[in-house]
Protein backbone atom coordinates (compact mmCIF):
# COMPACT_ATOMS: atom_id res chain seq x y z
CA UNK A 1 0.00 0.00 0.00
CA UNK A 2 3.04 2.12 0.75
CA UNK A 3 4.96 1.69 -2.07
CA UNK A 4 1.63 2.59 -4.15
CA UNK A 5 1.63 5.75 -2.58
CA UNK A 6 4.91 6.46 -3.31
CA UNK A 7 4.62 6.01 -6.93
CA UNK A 8 1.11 7.78 -6.86
CA UNK A 9 3.28 10.72 -5.63
CA UNK A 10 5.84 10.46 -8.18
CA UNK A 11 3.28 11.13 -10.76
CA UNK A 12 1.64 13.90 -9.94
CA UNK A 13 5.08 15.56 -8.95
CA UNK A 14 6.49 14.46 -12.50
CA UNK A 15 3.06 15.97 -14.13
CA UNK A 16 3.45 19.40 -12.33
CA UNK A 17 7.01 19.90 -13.43
CA UNK A 18 6.35 19.34 -17.26
CA UNK A 19 3.42 21.66 -16.62
CA UNK A 20 5.16 23.90 -15.28
CA UNK A 21 8.62 23.01 -17.92
CA UNK A 22 5.77 23.42 -21.05
CA UNK A 23 4.67 27.20 -19.81
CA UNK A 24 8.05 28.15 -18.98
CA UNK A 25 8.35 27.07 -22.88
CA UNK A 26 5.03 29.09 -24.14
CA UNK A 27 6.28 32.26 -22.26
CA UNK A 28 9.58 31.61 -23.92
CA UNK A 29 8.77 31.68 -27.32
CA UNK A 30 6.61 34.51 -27.66
CA UNK A 31 8.26 37.33 -29.25
CA UNK A 32 8.59 40.49 -28.68
CA UNK A 33 7.78 42.97 -31.77
CA UNK A 34 11.41 45.08 -31.76
CA UNK A 35 10.48 48.90 -31.66
CA UNK A 36 12.19 51.12 -34.09
CA UNK A 37 13.09 54.71 -32.49
CA UNK A 38 12.04 57.42 -34.91
CA UNK A 39 15.36 59.36 -36.56
CA UNK A 40 15.28 63.05 -37.28
CA UNK A 41 17.42 65.04 -38.55
CA UNK A 42 17.93 67.92 -40.65
CA UNK A 43 13.99 68.31 -40.87
CA UNK A 44 13.56 64.76 -42.13
CA UNK A 45 12.28 61.29 -40.87
CA UNK A 46 15.17 58.96 -41.67
CA UNK A 47 13.48 56.25 -41.21
CA UNK A 48 11.51 57.27 -44.39
CA UNK A 49 14.22 56.83 -46.77
CA UNK A 50 17.86 55.16 -47.29
CA UNK A 51 20.26 56.97 -46.43
CA UNK A 52 24.19 57.88 -48.16
CA UNK A 53 26.12 59.56 -45.68
CA UNK A 54 29.77 60.67 -47.00
CA UNK A 55 32.29 63.63 -47.20
CA UNK A 56 33.95 65.39 -50.04
CA UNK A 57 36.76 64.10 -51.10
CA UNK A 58 39.09 65.67 -53.35
CA UNK A 59 38.24 65.78 -57.05
CA UNK A 60 34.71 65.15 -56.04
CA UNK A 61 32.24 66.81 -57.95
CA UNK A 62 27.84 68.00 -57.39
CA UNK A 63 27.55 66.18 -60.65
CA UNK A 64 29.82 62.89 -59.89
CA UNK A 65 28.66 62.33 -56.72
CA UNK A 66 24.69 62.21 -57.55
CA UNK A 67 25.76 60.35 -61.28
CA UNK A 68 26.91 58.10 -58.78
CA UNK A 69 23.33 57.80 -56.89
CA UNK A 70 21.84 57.54 -60.58
CA UNK A 71 20.39 60.75 -61.12
CA UNK A 72 21.32 61.68 -65.34
CA UNK A 73 23.40 64.43 -66.47
CA UNK A 74 20.72 66.22 -67.57
CA UNK A 75 18.76 66.22 -63.94
CA UNK A 76 22.20 67.95 -62.61
CA UNK A 77 22.50 70.40 -65.28
CA UNK A 78 18.54 71.19 -64.60
CA UNK A 79 19.57 71.42 -60.78
CA UNK A 80 21.88 73.48 -61.06
CA UNK A 81 20.44 76.38 -63.76
CA UNK A 82 17.13 76.16 -61.26
CA UNK A 83 19.14 76.28 -58.08
CA UNK A 84 20.63 79.78 -56.86
CA UNK A 85 24.49 80.02 -56.43
CA UNK A 86 24.02 82.35 -53.38
CA UNK A 87 21.67 79.11 -51.54
CA UNK A 88 24.15 76.31 -52.83
CA UNK A 89 26.77 76.80 -55.32
CA UNK A 90 27.39 73.50 -56.59
CA UNK A 91 30.77 74.58 -57.69
CA UNK A 92 32.26 75.46 -54.63
CA UNK A 93 32.29 72.07 -52.40
CA UNK A 94 34.80 71.88 -49.56
CA UNK A 95 36.73 68.99 -49.16
CA UNK A 96 36.18 67.31 -45.58
CA UNK A 97 32.65 68.69 -45.80
CA UNK A 98 30.19 66.04 -44.86
CA UNK A 99 27.16 65.57 -47.08
CA UNK A 100 23.77 63.04 -47.21
CA UNK A 101 22.01 61.84 -49.97
CA UNK A 102 17.99 60.83 -49.17
CA UNK A 103 16.78 58.06 -51.31
CA UNK A 104 13.16 57.17 -51.91
CA UNK A 105 12.43 53.59 -50.41
CA UNK A 106 11.06 52.54 -53.89
CA UNK A 107 12.49 50.08 -56.34
CA UNK A 108 15.51 51.73 -57.76
CA UNK A 109 15.96 54.15 -54.31
CA UNK A 110 15.28 57.35 -56.32
CA UNK A 111 17.23 59.93 -55.12
CA UNK A 112 14.92 63.08 -53.52
CA UNK A 113 17.68 64.95 -50.89
CA UNK A 114 21.05 66.35 -51.18
CA UNK A 115 22.28 68.07 -47.80
CA UNK A 116 25.52 70.06 -47.44
CA UNK A 117 26.70 70.57 -43.90
CA UNK A 118 28.38 74.15 -44.08
CA UNK A 119 29.66 74.14 -40.97
CA UNK A 120 28.84 72.15 -37.74
CA UNK A 121 25.83 73.84 -37.53
CA UNK A 122 24.45 75.33 -41.03
CA UNK A 123 23.77 72.71 -43.62
CA UNK A 124 21.88 73.33 -47.58
CA UNK A 125 19.58 71.11 -48.36
CA UNK A 126 19.58 70.66 -52.36
CA UNK A 127 16.01 69.43 -53.34
CA UNK A 128 16.74 67.09 -56.39
CA UNK A 129 13.53 65.43 -57.31
CA UNK A 130 10.23 66.52 -58.42
CA UNK A 131 10.36 70.44 -57.14
CA UNK A 132 13.85 71.18 -57.33
CA UNK A 133 15.18 74.19 -54.50
CA UNK A 134 17.10 74.89 -52.15
CA UNK A 135 17.11 76.47 -48.68
CA UNK A 136 19.21 76.63 -46.13
CA UNK A 137 18.83 75.86 -42.33
CA UNK A 138 20.71 75.24 -38.83
CA UNK A 139 20.64 72.23 -36.33
CA UNK A 140 19.11 72.79 -33.40
CA UNK A 141 21.40 74.71 -31.14
CA UNK A 142 21.23 75.57 -27.09
CA UNK A 143 23.07 77.75 -25.46
CA UNK A 144 24.58 76.88 -22.00
CA UNK A 145 25.87 79.46 -19.39
CA UNK A 146 29.09 77.93 -17.65
CA UNK A 147 31.36 80.26 -15.53
CA UNK A 148 35.18 78.72 -14.98
CA UNK A 149 38.28 79.88 -12.73
CA UNK A 150 41.03 79.01 -12.50
CA UNK A 151 45.20 79.99 -11.38
CA UNK A 152 48.46 79.89 -13.46
CA UNK A 153 50.84 77.38 -12.49
CA UNK A 154 52.81 77.86 -16.15
CA UNK A 155 50.73 79.17 -18.77
CA UNK A 156 47.00 80.39 -19.62
CA UNK A 157 46.53 77.66 -21.81
CA UNK A 158 47.54 74.54 -19.43
CA UNK A 159 45.33 76.31 -16.66
CA UNK A 160 42.41 75.64 -18.76
CA UNK A 161 43.06 72.55 -20.80
CA UNK A 162 43.90 70.86 -17.40
CA UNK A 163 40.15 70.86 -16.46
CA UNK A 164 39.04 69.66 -19.44
CA UNK A 165 38.20 72.51 -21.28
CA UNK A 166 38.31 74.02 -25.02
CA UNK A 167 41.30 75.62 -25.42
CA UNK A 168 38.93 78.39 -27.04
CA UNK A 169 38.58 80.08 -23.60
CA UNK A 170 42.29 81.02 -23.48
CA UNK A 171 42.29 82.35 -26.95
CA UNK A 172 39.43 84.44 -25.60
CA UNK A 173 40.58 85.45 -22.21
CA UNK A 174 44.17 86.42 -24.28
CA UNK A 175 41.79 88.13 -26.75
CA UNK A 176 40.12 90.28 -24.45
CA UNK A 177 43.19 91.50 -22.03
CA UNK A 178 45.68 91.46 -24.99
CA UNK A 179 45.99 95.28 -24.54
CA UNK A 180 45.58 95.17 -20.63
CA UNK A 181 48.13 92.20 -19.82
CA UNK A 182 51.19 90.97 -21.48
CA UNK A 183 50.42 87.14 -21.27
CA UNK A 184 54.07 86.59 -22.17
CA UNK A 185 54.55 87.88 -18.27
CA UNK A 186 52.65 85.91 -16.10
CA UNK A 187 53.15 84.95 -13.10
CA UNK A 188 52.43 81.74 -10.90
CA UNK A 189 49.26 82.32 -8.64
CA UNK A 190 47.43 84.63 -10.79
CA UNK A 191 43.86 83.69 -11.43
CA UNK A 192 41.15 84.56 -13.25
CA UNK A 193 37.43 83.64 -13.58
CA UNK A 194 34.71 83.88 -16.09
CA UNK A 195 30.92 83.50 -16.73
CA UNK A 196 30.34 82.39 -20.51
CA UNK A 197 28.04 80.58 -22.83
CA UNK A 198 29.00 77.85 -25.13
CA UNK A 199 26.85 75.98 -28.04
CA UNK A 200 25.72 72.47 -27.89
CA UNK A 201 24.08 70.83 -31.43
CA UNK A 202 20.86 69.21 -30.10
CA UNK A 203 21.51 69.57 -27.05
CA UNK A 204 24.89 67.54 -26.11
CA UNK A 205 27.40 68.01 -29.42
CA UNK A 206 29.70 70.62 -28.69
CA UNK A 207 29.63 73.52 -31.35
CA UNK A 208 32.40 76.33 -29.68
CA UNK A 209 32.38 79.29 -27.64
CA UNK A 210 29.10 81.47 -28.17
CA UNK A 211 29.81 84.55 -25.91
CA UNK A 212 31.96 85.83 -22.60
CA UNK A 213 29.54 87.39 -20.55
CA UNK A 214 32.36 88.61 -18.05
CA UNK A 215 34.87 88.13 -16.72
CA UNK A 216 38.06 89.18 -13.57
CA UNK A 217 42.08 88.60 -14.35
CA UNK A 218 44.38 88.81 -11.11
CA UNK A 219 47.68 89.48 -12.29
CA UNK A 220 50.17 90.97 -9.82
CA UNK A 221 47.27 91.21 -7.51
CA UNK A 222 45.63 93.74 -9.39
CA UNK A 223 42.33 92.92 -10.34
CA UNK A 224 41.50 93.45 -13.99
CA UNK A 225 37.44 93.34 -15.01
CA UNK A 226 36.07 92.95 -18.37
CA UNK A 227 31.93 92.71 -19.09
CA UNK A 228 30.34 92.54 -22.64
CA UNK A 229 28.46 95.56 -23.80
CA UNK A 230 27.01 96.70 -27.24
CA UNK A 231 27.37 100.70 -27.00
CA UNK A 232 26.14 100.67 -30.50
CA UNK A 233 23.56 98.42 -31.52
CA UNK A 234 23.12 99.94 -35.55
CA UNK A 235 26.60 98.85 -36.02
CA UNK A 236 25.25 95.26 -33.96
CA UNK A 237 29.08 95.35 -32.34
CA UNK A 238 29.96 95.03 -28.46
CA UNK A 239 33.43 95.53 -26.84
CA UNK A 240 34.80 94.87 -23.71
CA UNK A 241 34.68 97.45 -20.93
CA UNK A 242 36.04 97.00 -17.20
CA UNK A 243 34.13 97.92 -14.06
CA UNK A 244 34.20 101.94 -14.49
CA UNK A 245 33.04 101.13 -18.30
CA UNK A 246 36.32 102.42 -19.30
CA UNK A 247 37.19 100.23 -23.16
CA UNK A 248 39.44 97.86 -22.10
CA UNK A 249 40.90 97.86 -26.10
CA UNK A 250 43.11 100.34 -27.76
CA UNK A 251 42.16 101.44 -31.00
CA UNK A 252 44.92 99.54 -32.85
CA UNK A 253 46.46 96.34 -31.85
CA UNK A 254 50.30 96.32 -31.40
CA UNK A 255 50.66 93.56 -33.77
CA UNK A 256 49.12 92.35 -36.63
CA UNK A 257 49.75 88.53 -35.62
CA UNK A 258 51.39 86.30 -33.19
CA UNK A 259 54.85 86.49 -34.30
CA UNK A 260 57.98 85.11 -33.11
CA UNK A 261 60.36 88.09 -34.03
CA UNK A 262 60.00 91.74 -35.71
CA UNK A 263 62.92 90.40 -38.87
CA UNK A 264 62.93 94.34 -40.35
CA UNK A 265 61.82 97.71 -38.98
CA UNK A 266 60.38 100.73 -40.29
CA UNK A 267 63.53 102.90 -42.13
CA UNK A 268 64.30 105.11 -44.52
CA UNK A 269 67.48 102.89 -46.09
CA UNK A 270 67.41 99.61 -45.74
CA UNK A 271 69.24 96.66 -47.85
CA UNK A 272 66.73 94.86 -49.87
CA UNK A 273 67.55 91.13 -49.62
CA UNK A 274 65.46 90.44 -53.09
CA UNK A 275 66.11 93.32 -54.77
CA UNK A 276 69.71 93.55 -53.65
CA UNK A 277 69.89 97.63 -53.08
CA UNK A 278 69.33 100.04 -50.41
CA UNK A 279 66.08 102.05 -50.53
CA UNK A 280 63.77 102.85 -48.20
CA UNK A 281 61.18 99.93 -46.29
CA UNK A 282 58.01 101.64 -45.19
CA UNK A 283 56.65 98.94 -42.93
CA UNK A 284 57.53 96.56 -40.26
CA UNK A 285 58.16 92.91 -41.05
CA UNK A 286 56.99 90.27 -38.28
CA UNK A 287 58.39 86.70 -39.51
CA UNK A 288 56.26 84.18 -38.57
CA UNK A 289 55.46 80.26 -39.78
CA UNK A 290 53.52 80.05 -43.17
CA UNK A 291 49.52 79.69 -42.55
CA UNK A 292 50.04 82.27 -39.61
CA UNK A 293 46.68 84.09 -39.26
CA UNK A 294 47.13 88.17 -40.06
CA UNK A 295 44.30 89.78 -38.04
CA UNK A 296 43.05 93.03 -39.28
CA UNK A 297 44.59 95.91 -36.36
CA UNK A 298 41.60 97.96 -35.94
CA UNK A 299 37.66 98.49 -37.25
CA UNK A 300 37.43 99.28 -40.73
CA UNK A 301 36.47 98.67 -44.80
CA UNK A 302 38.80 96.57 -46.91
CA UNK A 303 39.30 98.86 -49.79
CA UNK A 304 42.10 96.53 -51.55
CA UNK A 305 42.20 92.87 -51.75
CA UNK A 306 44.73 92.13 -54.39
CA UNK A 307 47.51 90.74 -55.99
CA UNK A 308 51.30 92.71 -57.36
CA UNK A 309 54.35 91.43 -58.44
CA UNK A 310 56.32 93.17 -55.81
CA UNK A 311 53.28 92.92 -52.93
CA UNK A 312 52.44 89.38 -53.51
CA UNK A 313 48.83 89.05 -51.25
CA UNK A 314 47.42 91.86 -49.94
CA UNK A 315 45.26 93.39 -48.49
CA UNK A 316 44.35 97.08 -47.53
CA UNK A 317 42.04 98.18 -44.69
CA UNK A 318 40.70 101.92 -44.14
CA UNK A 319 39.97 102.46 -40.51
CA UNK A 320 38.99 106.21 -40.61
CA UNK A 321 39.62 109.46 -42.36
CA UNK A 322 43.12 109.73 -40.42
CA UNK A 323 44.30 105.68 -40.59
CA UNK A 324 45.03 102.75 -43.16
CA UNK A 325 47.06 99.87 -42.98
CA UNK A 326 48.36 97.07 -45.20
CA UNK A 327 49.31 93.50 -45.33
CA UNK A 328 51.40 92.04 -47.70
CA UNK A 329 53.03 88.76 -48.76
CA UNK A 330 50.09 86.54 -47.60
CA UNK A 331 49.75 82.92 -48.81
CA UNK A 332 45.86 83.30 -49.08
CA UNK A 333 43.62 86.61 -48.67
CA UNK A 334 40.48 85.72 -46.38
CA UNK A 335 38.36 89.04 -47.32
CA UNK A 336 37.09 90.82 -50.35
CA UNK A 337 36.87 94.80 -51.23
CA UNK A 338 34.22 96.63 -49.36
CA UNK A 339 33.91 93.84 -46.60
CA UNK A 340 33.34 95.71 -42.92
CA UNK A 341 36.32 93.90 -40.50
CA UNK A 342 36.85 94.06 -36.83
CA UNK A 343 39.74 94.37 -34.87
CA UNK A 344 41.22 90.71 -34.59
CA UNK A 345 39.14 89.27 -37.56
CA UNK A 346 41.71 87.47 -39.72
CA UNK A 347 42.47 88.77 -43.12
CA UNK A 348 45.01 86.45 -44.28
CA UNK A 349 47.44 84.09 -43.78
CA UNK A 350 51.42 84.40 -43.72
CA UNK A 351 53.19 83.24 -47.16
CA UNK A 352 55.95 84.76 -49.20
CA UNK A 353 54.29 86.19 -52.04
CA UNK A 354 55.81 88.89 -53.79
CA UNK A 355 59.47 89.98 -53.73
CA UNK A 356 59.57 88.32 -50.06
CA UNK A 357 62.83 85.65 -49.14
CA UNK A 358 60.80 84.08 -46.48
CA UNK A 359 57.44 83.91 -44.49
CA UNK A 360 56.62 87.24 -43.05
CA UNK A 361 53.94 90.09 -43.33
CA UNK A 362 55.05 93.21 -43.69
CA UNK A 363 52.97 95.61 -42.26
CA UNK A 364 52.26 99.30 -43.35
CA UNK A 365 50.68 102.02 -41.34
CA UNK A 366 49.38 105.76 -43.20
CA UNK A 367 48.47 108.83 -41.52
CA UNK A 368 46.51 111.21 -43.37
CA UNK A 369 47.70 109.73 -46.75
CA UNK A 370 51.75 109.21 -45.30
CA UNK A 371 53.11 106.01 -44.61
CA UNK A 372 55.12 106.31 -41.11
CA UNK A 373 56.34 103.74 -38.20
CA UNK A 374 53.35 102.53 -36.04
CA UNK A 375 55.65 102.48 -33.13
CA UNK A 376 56.48 105.75 -33.16
CA UNK A 377 52.64 107.24 -33.14
CA UNK A 378 50.64 108.62 -30.10
CA UNK A 379 47.58 105.85 -31.45
CA UNK A 380 44.40 106.97 -29.90
CA UNK A 381 42.50 104.99 -27.51
CA UNK A 382 39.11 103.04 -28.21
CA UNK A 383 35.87 104.94 -28.06
CA UNK A 384 34.65 105.52 -24.59
CA UNK A 385 30.80 104.18 -23.17
CA UNK A 386 28.49 107.78 -24.33
CA UNK A 387 27.62 109.65 -20.87
CA UNK A 388 24.02 108.65 -21.78
CA UNK A 389 24.63 104.94 -21.75
CA UNK A 390 26.73 104.45 -18.81
CA UNK A 391 24.11 104.11 -16.77
CA UNK A 392 22.27 101.25 -18.89
CA UNK A 393 25.54 99.54 -18.62
CA UNK A 394 26.12 99.15 -15.11
CA UNK A 395 22.64 98.18 -14.55
CA UNK A 396 23.47 95.64 -17.67
CA UNK A 397 26.53 94.34 -15.80
CA UNK A 398 25.16 94.26 -12.61
CA UNK A 399 23.79 90.45 -12.61
CA UNK A 400 27.28 89.45 -13.91
CA UNK A 401 29.86 91.09 -11.56
CA UNK A 402 27.62 89.43 -8.76
CA UNK A 403 27.95 86.10 -10.63
CA UNK A 404 31.76 87.00 -11.15
CA UNK A 405 32.21 87.66 -7.23
CA UNK A 406 30.65 84.57 -6.00
CA UNK A 407 32.42 82.36 -7.78
CA UNK A 408 35.62 80.83 -5.65
CA UNK A 409 39.03 81.53 -6.83
CA UNK A 410 41.03 78.64 -7.53
CA UNK A 411 44.46 78.28 -5.66
CA UNK A 412 47.64 76.64 -5.85
Excluded at 331 to 353: E, L
Aim: charged share 25%.
Amino acid sequence: MKNIKYLLLLVVLFTACKKEDDSNKEISEVKVKEVVPVIEEYGFVLNDYDVVRDTIRSGDSFGELLDNQGVSRAKVYEITEQVSNETFNPTRLVVGKPYVILKAKDSVGTPEYFIYENDKIDYTVVNIGKNIAAFKSQKPVTIKRKTVSGVIVSSLSEAISNQGLSVLLSHELSSIYQWSIDFWKLQKGDQFKMVYNERFINDSIYAGIESIEGAVFVHQGKPYYAFDYMADPEKGESDFYDEEARPLQSFFLKAPLNFSRISSRFSGNRYHPVQKRWKAHKGTDYAAPHGTPIWSTANGTVIASSYTGGNGNYVKVKHNDTYTTQYLHMSKRNVRVGQRVKQGDVIGYVGSTGLATGPHVCYRFWVRGKQVDPFRQNLPAAEPIADNLKEDYFASIKLTKTKLDKIPFKEI
